[in-house]
């Protein structure tokens, strides 16, 4: 396994468009995190997975922002309506869970509404 | 609120001096810290991590120091190499319910000068 994968990388979009970013954790690992990064800013939390449960979302969470792990192992995060405060990159994470607490990041995906 | 910070926002070291790069921490029920590397459009890349019940972990070339009483935190790097180059982040790990998260900082750029 090479690690979580994010898939696009790059992604331009106009704004009021939607887009989705796929995620593919690490083999094994129950737990998902999404993260939003700006520039010049460490990551922010965003939502977390136990299996195909999201258990916890944050308040930068808004309605135009979903979620979903429907088997409990690859993740799609959604964002509907974009606006240009949206242009941030999009982490995706895994961890093992009850195994273990340390957090993998993947490379992320580039969001630049226009 | 609760916040983890990074006292320098550059350091600049020369190439085979040892790097110092501090943080600060306010959450005192975080029991998980963890130092993440970041290189310019890539994710965060786990370095080494520390429980709270510890005062010093080392791992290849990097030591991590944790000081509870004062809250603070410190990544040592030896013989820093052009390679280190990076903003590195120190994150506390927050567990909220059946929840872990990271909370970041803002970042410490290291400059590897030759």
């Known amino acids: 396994d090479t690690g979580v994968s994010q898939d696009p990388r790059h992604k331009i979009t106009k704004r009021g468009q939607n887009v989705t970013f796929r995620c593919d954790p690490i083999?094994?690992?129950?737990?998902l995190y999404w993260y939003r990064q700006t520039l010049g800013q460490g990551p922010e939390f965003l939502t977390y997975?136990?299996?195909?449960?999201?258990?916890?979302k944050s308040r930068l969470l808004s309605d135009r922002f979903s979620a979903e792990r429907p088997k409990g192992s690859f993740s799609t995060l959604e964002i509907q309506r974009t606006e240009q405060g949206d242009s941030a990159m999009y982490l995706c994470?895994?961890?093992?869970?009850?195994?273990?607490?340390?957090?993998?990041f993947g490379e992320g995906s580039w969001l630049t509404v226009v | 609120g609760e916040s983890v910070g990074l006292h320098l926002p550059t350091l600049s070291v020369q190439e085979g001096d040892n790097s110092i790069i501090n943080c600060a921490y306010s959450?005192?029920?975080?029991?998980?810290f963890i130092w993440y590397k970041q290189e310019s459009g890539k994710g965060p890349q786990f370095i080494i991590d520390?429980?709270?019940?510890?005062d010093k972990r080392q791992g290849q070339r990097v030591t991590v120091l944790l000081n509870k009483t004062v809250k603070h935190l410190s990544l040592q790097i030896a013989a820093t190499q052009p390679g280190d180059s990076a903003v590195y982040f120190c994150a506390e790990n927050t567990l909220t319910g059946t929840a872990s998260k990271l909370t970041f900082g803002t970042g410490t750029r290291l400059q590897v000068t030759l």
């Open positions: 997975f136990q299996n195909e449960a999201q258990l916890e």
């Open positions: 994470a895994s961890s093992p869970g009850v195994s273990g607490n340390t957090i993998y």
């Open positions: 959450n005192s029920a975080s029991d998980y």
């Open positions: 520390i429980r709270s019940n510890m």
């Open positions: 083999s094994e690992h129950n737990r």
